[in-house]
Each structure stands twice: as C-alpha cells, then as structure tokens.
C-alpha cells in the first residue's frame, strides 16, 4: 500500500503500539505498512524482502494529520499536501 492510501485510513488505525514503516525513498508514492506491536527499535524492517524505514507511532500521525486539518493552512490542503506535511515532520521533527 502507498503511504497517501494509508493515510486515508488514519481514523481506522489502532492507537496501541502500531508504528508506520516506509520504504526508501519516502513520498506519497512510498511503499507503506504498519507494523504491530512496534518493534523496541527504530532499525529498518523487511518484510517480503523490502526493506522499511521507521516512520512515526501511528498516534503521532494522526495527531500531526489533525493539528495540520485545523490550521488555515491544512484546512484546505489537498491529500498530497497532508501526506507531504506529515513527511517533512518525520524528517525534521521526529
């Protein structure tokens, strides 16, 4: 799954010990999964022998997600848009 579709389902995600891993090079377009209970590292996984980055708790993520929906900047922001906020906070923020 792309990391955009998989923050379509940002409602639907447990809030218990579940963390996003995307694959290299992160973009919308990135390979995505979640990965439950999280590992106690932040190593790369690899699953089906793709190699994953840690990404964010997927708490962290929705809350990035809704803080960003209610500015006046994220209130009007195109899916890309959310999906690229949320990429520059895991890069320079997490």
Do not use: K
């Not at 996003?20 to 106690?40: C, H, K, M, Q, R």
């Amino acid at each position: 799954m792309r990391l955009i579709e998989l923050l379509r389902s940002a409602s639907e995600w447990s809030d218990e010990d579940t963390t996003i891993y995307v694959a290299p090079e992160w973009s919308g377009n990135a390979e995505a999964i979640l990965v439950t209970p999280a590992p106690d590292t932040t190593e790369p996984v690899v699953r089906d022998g793709r190699r994953y980055d840690y990404f964010l708790e997927t708490f962290v993520a929705r809350e990035v997600i809704e803080d960003y929906a209610s500015t006046a900047e994220g209130a009007h922001a195109t899916e890309e848009e959310r999906c690229n906020r949320l990429i520059r906070y895991a890069q320079d923020d997490a």
